[in-house]
Nanobody, 123 residues
Framework: QVQLVESGGGLVQAGGSLRLSCVAS????????MAWFRQAPGKEREFVAF????????YYVDSVKGRFTISRDNAKNTVYLQMNSLKPEDTAVYYC????????????????WGQGTQVTVSS
């Protein structure tokens, strides 16, 4: 059994920053990839970023490149998403996810999900 808990969301003005955290519990996460997805009201769940176990591989959706940074602390079973220069279109519920093996862009490939944390960016 795996549980993921996100934190760090909130309300921020455009141009501001937030740092999201996701802590995994219940098992070891050696060789697991972690990712962030987001979902705005009325829209499909969207891939945001992923990171491999070694952190050698990272990838971002084009809309957040240069603004968001994904990182992880394997000793703490935690993945982070540093979000800078936030825009109103970043407003969404942000979810972290974990899968065994290499990273993937598809939400369907991730069996474990957090409960989500709301990020609201005002203009």
């Amino acid at each position: 059994q795996v549980q993921l808990v996100e934190s760090g969301g909130g309300l921020v003005q455009a141009g501001g920053s937030l740092r999201l955290s996701c802590v995994a519990s219940g098992r070891s996460f050696s060789d697991y990839s972690m990712a962030w997805f987001r979902q705005a009201p009325g829209k499909e769940r969207e891939f945001v970023a992923f990171i491999s176990w070694s952190a050698a591989s990272t990838y971002y959706v084009d809309s957040v490149k240069g603004r968001f940074t994904i990182s992880r602390d394997n000793a703490k079973n935690t993945v982070y998403l540093q979000m800078n220069s936030l825009k109103p279109e970043d407003t969404a519920v942000y979810y972290c996810a974990v899968r065994l093996g290499g990273p993937d862009y598809s939400a369907g490939e991730y069996p474990y999900w957090g409960q989500g944390t709301q990020v609201t960016v005002s203009s």
